[in-house]
């Protein structure tokens, strides 16, 4: 019996131990964890996918719902929400700390209640859920007394919490602030298509690596990439302007858009619907709400420029949107999309890079074929040779002459910058043969042919690259009665092609004339060569000299320029530099006669330079040559002929050498200064 009572004694002394140190402790420490604790929400707000507001200001509930990575307005209206505005919701529910806290039990034994703290009808409610929880509900009540705070009741309203105003002031920032005011988002770089529709025009342009091109107006013609860039910046730019005008729409513009306006970026697509412009008398100014707190404002739409056209506001909706809104449009963002077929057409004709381009052929009525051909055709650089190539008589073959590798070049930029007219430049995208008449082209003025070479493939299991075939370009250029300039590609393989009008200058540009293409540099002496002896004569009076001069042993031209006058030394030191390395302004005909045409006559040459050419021998003696050039009398102040029976060649002399000539032939005949 002693036994049992005495294990009957142990166990309530064991279970009153575990009752002191486990059950009592904990009762106790509970609520004192609960009262030290400053951070009023727990596990329950991390992962917050869900969001509303209910407010007793008017406008002031709204709903919020994240859909993957994106927060979206569902309440009142169905919108994207401000990411900043929302982030800052999310982290003040987040990091919401009090200040002190009671229980709300106790509040009977002080004769006070939840409506002492406006907590029975409080102002403001959150409620917010995190994954699949059940929702969290705050209400939010009166300010405190002192410290400008705020009374919460708990979401178990087991507490009554005093808080920072930081989350009621997010909760109020107010519809506009909450929503996202960008209207189009998708940006040029991530663009893929532009479609552009009312009811005079309905066009797609699509991007094709870096080319944009037409599906419509006429089959894969090119668009600017420049003008379609600054189109879709513009969008991008547009804002909401009011969600709540004064005078809602008849029409809705989804249902009869005036434009409608579909910009493609990757996996997704934007459609933005103008409807009708909202009337002078009830158009409302932008709202200007206050920043959000702890976020940057959002990007405004770029102010019009002083002088500018004023944007125009129109009634608008997004397509998948039921929301109604306002937006200005710039006037010129209007007009390019209004007239999209002409203001983001390319127009520049040719696409060519210069370096590929390895000939040009040019022909033209009653005149033979003229190619210009890059001489090494394998190397696609800029400083590759050119040369003339002329289709004779067919026992002759073909006759070649080095080109001027500037003035081709010249032409080839002319060609890559040919562009069809600001104003009226696209004249027909299908033009009748009354159409092609009138501009020329049952005659064309010009054709030039471009060849361009194609990159090589890449080598193949170690065998060496193959080049791929060259493609040809074909221009055709036709005048009117008037005289004005028309262009047309490829007229073979589209013979009913665009037309365009063009600016350029055909016989400028685009001559038949070879010498026009000739190199103006003339042969120049080895460097080896040495220069012995140096006359300037009158032939035409005798083979008067005015000046001579042949060097001794031992002497050299500096020397002997030394002793003379500073101006002479200069215009003999020009005089050989030219006959070391000759070369020609301007061609003024193809071979050289012994006579020559001057100010309308026909005159024999005025003056001989003559030069004794040493060069060293194979056998350590000199083989020597003269070279000679033939002068005119100077023409006007700019103006002198030159020319060579060893170069076959009568053309214009470079001002320098002209300056030299005059000084040398009028210096010794000029009347001293007067004193």
């Known amino acids: ?98 200040v002190s806290s009671f229980s709300a039990k106790d509040l009977a034994n002080n004769s006070m209640s939840l409506a002492d703290y406006g907590l029975d009808r409080p102002k403001l409610t959150v409620s917010f859920a995190s994954g699949e929880q059940p929702a969290t509900t705050l209400r939010i009540g009166d300010s405190t007394n002192i410290g400008h705070r705020l009374y919460v009741l708990s979401p178990d309203s087991e507490r009554i919490h005093v808080v920072a105003r930081g989350l009621a002031d997010s909760l109020s920032l107010g519809l506009d602030r909450l929503r996202a005011d960008t209207l189009l988002t998708v940006p040029g770089y991530e663009a ?110 770029t102010p019009p420029s002083p002088g500018a056209d004023a944007a125009v506001e129109y009634y608008a909706q997004l397509e998948g949107r039921a929301a109604v809104f306002t937006v200005a449009v710039p006037s010129a963002l209007l007009t390019t999309l209004r007239n999209a077929q002409v203001s983001l057409r390319e127009k520049r004709l040719l696409e060519f890079e210069l370096p590929s381009v390895t000939a040009v052929a040019l022909t033209a009525p009653n005149q033979p074929p003229l190619t210009l051909q890059r001489i090494d055709a394998g190397t696609a650089t800029a400083d590759a040779p050119w040369q003339i190539v002329r289709r004779g008589a067919t026992a002759s073959g073909p006759q070649t002459t080095p080109a001027d590798r500037a003035v081709v070049q010249r032409l080839l930029e002319q060609l890559s910058l040919l562009a069809a007219k600001a104003a009226g430049g696209f004249m027909s995208d299908a033009p009748g043969n009354a159409d092609l008449e009138k501009w020329g082209f049952n005659r064309p003025e010009r054709e030039v042919t471009l060849t361009l070479a194609s990159a090589a493939a890449p080598p193949l299991n170690g065998q060496p690259a193959k080049p791929h075939p060259s493609t040809t370009v074909t221009l055709q250029l036709g005048t009117d009665a008037q005289g004005a300039v028309y262009a047309r590609l490829d007229p073979l393989t589209n013979p009913k092609g665009s037309i365009y009008a063009v600016d350029l200058d055909l016989a400028r540009e685009l001559s038949f004339t070879p010498r026009d293409w000739r190199e103006r540099q003339l042969p120049a002496l080895p460097p080896t060569a040495t220069i012995s002896a140096l006359t300037l004569t009158t032939p035409s009076a005798g083979a008067v000299p005015l000046y001579t001069h042949k060097l001794a042993a031992n002497e050299s031209w500096p020397s002997v320029f030394a002793t003379e006058p500073a101006a002479k030394k200069a215009a003999l030191e020009t005089l050989l530099d030219h006959l070391r390395t000759p070369r020609a302004k301007h061609f003024v005909q193809d071979t050289f006669t012994a006579r020559v045409t001057v100010a309308g006559a026909d005159r024999p040459w005025s003056y001989q330079l003559e030069a004794t050419v040493s060069l060293p021998g194979g056998t350590g003696g000199e083989q020597t040559s003269t070279r000679t050039m033939l002068f005119t009398e100077r023409v006007g102040g700019a103006q002198q002929l030159a020319g060579s029976k060893e170069f076959d060649a009568v053309f214009e002399i470079e001002q320098p050498l002209l300056d030299a000539l005059w000084t040398l032939t009028y210096g010794p005949r000029d009347p001293a200064p007067p004193k």
Not at 204 to 233: G, H, M, P, V, Y
Not at 271 to 299: D, R, Y
Request: charge should be positive.
């Open 1 to 98: 019996m002693r036994t049992k009572v005495t294990l009957v004694l142990v166990f309530l002394n064991v279970a009153l131990f575990f009752f002191i140190f486990k059950l009592e402790r904990q009762w106790m420490t509970d609520p004192r964890a609960r009262d030290a604790r400053s951070r009023v929400l727990g596990p329950e707000a991390a992962d917050i996918r869900t969001l509303e507001v209910t407010s007793t200001a008017p406008g002031g509930s709204f709903a919020l719902a994240r859909r993957g990575d994106t927060w979206w307005l569902t309440k009142p209206l169905e919108w994207p929400a401000n990411p900043h505005a929302v982030s800052s919701i999310i982290h003040e529910l987040q990091l919401l700390e009090n």
């Open 192 to 301: 893929r298509g532009l479609l552009v529709q009312s009811s005079a025009v309905r066009l797609r342009i699509r991007r094709e690596n870096n080319r944009w091109l037409f599906d419509t107006i006429i089959n894969n013609a090119r668009a600017s990439q420049t003008a379609i860039d600054l189109a879709i910046t513009g969008l991008n730019h547009l804002r909401v302007k009011s969600f709540s005008p004064a005078t809602p729409p008849a029409i809705l513009p989804a249902t009869t858009p005036s434009l409608r306006i579909t910009v493609e970026g990757n996996n997704r697509r934007e459609t933005l619907l103008l409807g009708e412009p909202v009337p002078p008398s009830v158009a409302q100014s932008p709202n200007t709400p206050s920043p959000i707190p702890h976020a940057p404002p959002p990007t405004p739409a």
